[in-house]
C-alpha cells in the first residue's frame, strides 16, 4: 500500500458541429448518467495517442472517419467524478466522412442534432459548459471539486 500511486483515468469526446448544431448521444444501460446526453466519447484503451483514441471512438459509437489533421483539442477538463477523476480531452470537427449514426446500441439509444444554444434539459452538466464555451478560447477547466 505505501508504493501504491494514484491513478487519473483519461477519455476523450468529439465535439461534431454542423450549420450551428452539435451532435449528442444519449446514455443508455451504461449504469452511469443513463437518459443523459453527452458527446461521442470514450476511455483511452492504453498505448495510444490520445488522437488515435478519438478516431477510433468516432468509428466505434457513430461509424464516421475522422482525419487526425481534422481534429482540433479545444479543451481540457480535470473531473471529479466522485471515485474516479478525469482528465478529459475534447476536439471539435468539422469535417468528417460518413453519416453519424448509433453503431453501439446498448450503449445509446438516440444520437441527434441539436442547436448549440438549446441544448436538451437533460445534457450532462460538464457536458453542456463545454460545448456551450469551447470557443472561449481558455483550454484548460476543472469541474465538480466543490
Excluded at 47 to 70: P, Q
Excluded at 91 to 98: D, P, T
Aim: charged share 30%; net charge negative; with cysteine.
Amino acid at each position: 500500500m505505501a508504493n501504491e500511486r494514484f491513478t487519473l483515468r483519461a477519455a476523450v469526446y468529439l465535439i461534431l458541429i454542423k450549420d450551428g448544431s452539435a451532435l449528442l448521444s444519449r446514455r443508455y444501460n451504461t449504469g452511469w448518467m443513463d437518459g443523459k446526453y453527452s458527446l461521442i466519447a470514450g476511455h483511452l484503451d492504453g498505448k495510444e495517442k490520445v488522437s488515435d483514441s478519438m478516431i477510433r471512438e468516432a468509428f466505434e459509437e457513430a461509424g464516421i472517419k475522422v482525419a487526425k489533421e481534422d481534429l482540433k483539442p479545444v479543451k481540457v477538463l480535470h473531473r471529479n467524478s466522485g471515485d474516479q477523476e478525469y482528465m478529459d480531452f475534447f476536439f471539435l470537427a468539422e469535417k468528417w466522412e460518413g453519416e453519424p449514426q448509433v453503431k453501439e446500441p446498448d450503449k445509446c439509444d438516440d444520437m441527434s442534432w441539436f442547436p448549440i444554444d438549446s441544448l436538451p434539459e437533460n445534457t450532462l452538466p460538464y457536458i453542456k459548459n463545454v460545448i456551450e464555451n469551447y470557443k472561449d478560447g481558455v483550454p484548460f477547466i476543472e469541474s465538480d471539486w466543490d
